[in-house]
């Protein structure tokens, strides 16, 4: 049977089910969203003389909830216009409007009591053959289908969402005990390809598959932490970006999340798995108790792991608690020998060997951690997961791991982490040594480009599923390579494509990226029909390489500066005239360089979740890699008969002079960054490089050919510039800008307006280039863009001068 979701009702509109909405408005669902009606009325009502029966009133819950959600940070939503394909109502009014959706979800609160009762109203309501799915976290499914209709329990699941739905990747999906398979399947491939999620399947165990695992690492955290007397600090710094984690690391993380949400699950794991050989690792420690007494719950109470103070100067300070004496010190910052070894380790996988083999504390407690950790998953198969990878997907997507336990354990050596294991006085499972004695000496392996996990039934390893949609750049990398130099790899993807990925730190553009860039086109011009400039790190690109700037403009190369500054405008324009499509895929941070980049590209197969912007003010200068340029041509191809041509360039300059950095790719449209009809929105990052792929090929069948060079950009001179100009002056006399901002804005003013021309004129690309290139090297020359430029470096933050 097809299957299609054009409108999704979700009842409750609490923090999960608002944000549930809104990931299903970001993917262009309509959305019913319902709560129960308020019993009484709240001031505010009593002083306009509203009733329990006015229409605000007997929504006022799921409106409220809405509202607050959509103003919230980070927003659940990718575009505040996509709100309104949200529409609210109430449980008693509005009800039966479900009989026209396609899927329900249900997301109120943690009771079998409400849930029943919601779901028996319903069923009253419900079209046979709609797909209705519950939210919960840890109420055994069989529970909750008792009562229900046959055709309601065929089409049961849980679908739990991780939060926010939004941003965190897991979709944990369910099956009640009499839902059918191709319900099952349906809901499998609509999490990866339309929320774009990873899908994971698992059974109906308490906590399912992410909260067991997750919450036993946090209890085994606890409980150790004592043990080895190291403090909240200590645990933060050897458990965050050192291991692939995310930088909140562990104490940090459940002071955000709410230490209440975290012990209701360890609670509800230690009531309902007896039989968990670890079942008293899932009893509180003392000092978790007092906290729960204390109220000291995180952030939502002002105070947890950490506290934020006020000191006598004024300025906040952060104290952490000392969970000896349960009193909150200043914080002492952790140093460790074991991590000082890892510095110039780059790969998280190959940190792994050297942080287990640590000599210090931090050694001992990487081997205990891994040890504890490794022995209780590999107890979990077949209890929560026949497969050990659906294992592995759970955490990286709904705790935002790099490495799942399993490829941490492949990392650190399969029989590395069975010497740990007995080190603690535990023992391997069986299907492990059966495993080792089998001559699999790991739990994954890597063959002809596709992922292979070993399936302990036939003790063999077999291919991951779901891979034919997705092309990992890991895997082929050095099957598929072309050519490398010390800035990217460039990778064949097969039909023809070729693929630029960037190898710097933090994917900066340097000399050997463009240099990569320039020999990727040359060979695809050659032999190939296309390329993609994409890769699978955290961010596409932060930028320009500043560091080779700052030092060139120090040492007054200004001749070196000035090549360096054309051989980067001169690869933005290969990537736009060469005889080959180009594609960029960025995703995460697609910032300064890695922006202008994209604005070159015959194409962009962008990631939803993709941060765009030319930021480059925040170090002192202008966009000097096409950017400038390209915003001002942009500009100039919008201007319409009769339009004030220059509100329309005054957009264009503001994104630029306020470094306006879309919240998403659908953001990014706003800004005209993106551009509506050619460049589009992948919702599932796992499948970009593939989509990216299919593009290009598109574009070199359909019979690609070269674009002219333009040089019909309008610009308006003295016109645009004489409005900057006043603009920049007032800004100033008011103080919303110091005096090099003033600066700055006004050489972006110049370029923009295409100089102090008399009159409006048409004007080549390369003319604009040159004046770009001109006011970037001029601001290069200022003492204040330098002090800018050195601080980002040294702090990552921009300064103010």
Known sequence: MKRIIKKVAVIGSGIMGSGIACHFANIGAEVLLLDIVPRELNDKEKAKGLTLQDKAVRNRMVNDNLTSALKSKPSPIYNQKFASRISTGNLEDDISKIKDVDWIIEVVVERLDIKKSVFENIEKHRTPGTLITSNTSGIPIHFMNEGRSKDFQEHFAVTHFFNPPRYLKLFEVVPGPDCKKEVVDFLMMYGEKFLGKTSVLAKDTPAFIGNRIGIFGIQSLFHQVKELGMTVEEVDKLTGPVIGRQKSATFRTVDVVGLDTLVHVANGIYENCPEDEAHDLFKLPEFIQTMMDNKWLGSKTGQGFYKKVKGDDGKSEILSLDLDTMEYTESKKAKFATLEETKTVDKVADRFPILVNGKDKAGEFYRKNFASLFAYVQHRIPEISDELYRIDDAMKAGFGWQHGPFEIWDAIGVEKGIELIKAEGKEPAKWVTEMVASGSNSFYSVKDGATYYYDIPSKKQVKKPGQDAFIILDNIRKSNEVWKNSGVVVEDLGDGILNVEFQSKMNTIGGDVLAGINKAIDLAEKDFQG??????????????????????????????????????????????????????????????????????????????????????????????????????????????????????????????????????????????????GKDIVVVNKDRQIAEAKKHAVLMAEAGYTQPPKRNDIKVLGKQALGMFLVGTDSMNAGHYISEHDKKIANKLAYVMAGGDLSEATKVSEQYLLDLEREAFLSLCTERKTLERIQHMLKTGKPLRN
Do not use: W
């Open 531 to 676: 390329l993609v400039v994409g890769n699978q790190a955290a961010n596409f690109s932060v930028g320009a390489n500043i560091g080779m700037i700052f030092m060139m403009a120090v040492e007054q190369e200004y001749d070196e500066l000035n090549m360096a500054i054309k051989m980067f405008q001169d690869t933005m324009m290969r990537m736009r005239y060469s005889g080959i499509p180009t594609i960029s895929a960025p995703h995460g941070m697609a910032l300064g360089g890695g922006c202008e980049l994209s604005l070159h590209a015959d194409k962009v197969v962008a990631a939803a979740e993709t941060y765009m912007g030319l930021v480059e003010f925040g170090v002192g200068v202008i966009p000097g890699g096409g950017g400038s340029k390209e915003m001002t041509l942009r500009a100039s191809d919008l201007f319409r008969k009769d339009d004030v041509e220059t509100n329309v360039l005054r957009e264009h300059f503001l994104t630029i002079g306020t470094a306006k950095v879309s919240t998403s790719a659908y953001e990014a449209f706003d800004l005209n960054l993106l551009q509506k």
